[in-house]
């Protein structure tokens, strides 16, 4: 990935972090290190979150182990909620942990200047001409401060025992945004006489993040973020927002205030039969599986389809979507045999066999080999129907968040303005031109 505006200081953000609290990257970023020694006893530490919930951190850690038994993975939990404002503060203090996560890409330009990882472009070229991996978005001019691990998309995520009562025809795969609006509006007719309590469930559920109205508009409308995004040139989101307002105000999902303030979750929404439709990452599909065998969800029959699409952009062969890989960066302060175990753990969960072992338990890896998809499908309880398996693997995934210098500000700018569409406190044009505003003031965007 080429440096979009502000990464073409990288070099100077490099030097910068050399000088940050003793956080230089030293030789580590050359990505130069000594080899593994396989029979030293080395011990390198993990950072992970929710561990009792998300075993993707202790799974592979344990299958690390398996295949290096000289090494040891101590896994240390962080809050899921302050993960980064935890990670952020280790990293000023020299304490992070050997090996972390980069949770998504919003953070990961601040993340590369901090000083804090190491460089991993040596291990990078392991997967640069590997057709199963993409690992350009951590690209920053040759250097690599994270490899990807996981790289859940978005898909459209629905009840096929509700449609099928409701008398309504199943996703096909060729939605357009406009199609899914006219599905919702059929269910809303036809629910109530299936049997569902019109006062309490939904033909969708929109989740109040800004990504399920910013992100689906700049993955789908074409624009580039450096014209876009890193300009205040927010415009293109104006249509994605017309249809979010509709939805709710037609009364085909929650409201947002409702769903914000009350802290509706997904998980709830969907496995409870409260939505028939629910548009989220591929991660869901873990806790739909791990939830119907519990019984904290309803049993039903679901599916995956491919996420709607721009009704006012030309058909594109794969469904276009969006979605942040999920990384692991390695410590600038890793040295000697820690720092070889920890690019070697990387380069493992990067890889085909930290891949399978994601897949075994249902979450989506970087590494897509047709060993992995069947590892993942056959995963008991999971939806195996052909769209479900084309909307999981064949589309089209561009980044949620854009890479560069203000992004990071930008997107918590965002934020606010989507909260203000949303709740109507302010119309769509005054959100959006107030965040350019805000951008400009805060330095983070130039005009």
Not at 251 to 270: C, E, H, M, P, R
Not at 295 to 314: C, L, R, S, T
Not at 354 to 359: D, F, H, I, S, T
Request: hydrophobic fraction near 35%; charged fraction near 25%.
């Amino acid at each position: 990935m080429k440096l979009t505006r502000g990464m073409k200081v990288i070099a100077m953000a490099s030097v910068i972090g050399t000088l940050l609290a003793g956080c230089g990257s030293g030789s580590n970023d050359s990505g130069s290190s000594e080899a593994l020694d396989e029979n030293a006893k080395t011990e390198i530490t993990l950072a992970g979150w929710s561990l009792d919930s998300r075993p993707e951190f202790s799974y592979l850690a344990k299958a690390f182990e398996k295949k290096h038994p000289n090494i040891t993975v101590k896994v240390k939990e962080y809050s899921a909620d302050d993960y980064d404002k935890q990670m952020t503060g280790d990293i000023s203090a020299g304490s992070q942990p050997d090996v972390f996560p980069i949770k998504n890409l919003q953070k990961y330009y601040t993340y590369a200047q901090s000083g804090g990882l190491s460089d991993l472009a040596n291990v990078a070229k392991t997967y640069k001409s590997d057709k199963n991996i993409d690992i350009s978005s951590y690209d920053l001019d040759g250097k690599y401060y994270a490899l990807p691990y996981r790289q859940d998309s978005w898909v459209l995520f629905y009840n096929k025992t509700m449609f099928e009562k409701a008398g309504v025809d199943l996703p096909d795969g060729t939605w357009t945004w406009d199609d899914y609006t006219k599905v919702a509006e059929e269910l809303k007719k036809k629910l109530p006489a299936a049997g569902y309590d019109a006062n309490a469930v939904y033909p969708m559920y929109q989740h109040n993040w800004r990504s399920v109205v910013q992100s689906f508009a700049l993955a789908q409308t074409g624009y580039q973020p450096d014209k876009t995004f890193f300009k205040g040139n927010f415009n293109y989101m104006k249509s994605y927002y017309k249809r979010a307002l509709q939805w709710q105000n037609e009364g085909l999902t929650i409201d947002w205030n409702t769903s914000k303030t009350t802290s509706v979750q997904y998980q709830a929404q969907f496995g409870t039969e409260k939505a028939a439709m629910v548009p989220m990452g591929t991660w869901y599909a873990l806790d739909i599986v791990n939830d119907q065998k519990s019984g904290d969800a309803d049993k039903f029959e679901w599916g995956m389809a491919p996420i709607p699409q721009n009704p006012d952009a030309k058909k594109s062969d794969k469904a276009i979507t969006f979605g942040d890989p999920t990384g692991f960066a390695v410590s600038s302060k890793a040295t000697g045999q820690k720092l070889a175990a920890a690019k070697e753990f990387v380069k493992f969960c990067s890889g085909e066999e930290g891949a399978k072992v994601l897949a075994a338990v249902a979450i989506t890896p970087a590494y897509l080999s047709d060993a992995v998809k069947n590892t993942f499908f056959s995963v008991d309880g999971m939806a195996v129907d052909d769209l479900s398996k084309k909307a999981w693997q064949d589309n089209e995934t561009k980044p949620e968040n854009p890479v560069g210098e203000g992004g990071d500000t930008i997107g918590s700018l965002l934020d606010d303005a989507h909260s203000s569409i949303m709740t109507k406190t302010k119309s769509v044009d005054q959100a959006l031109a107030d965040a350019k505003q805000n951008a400009i003031d805060q330095g983070a965007i130039t005009e």
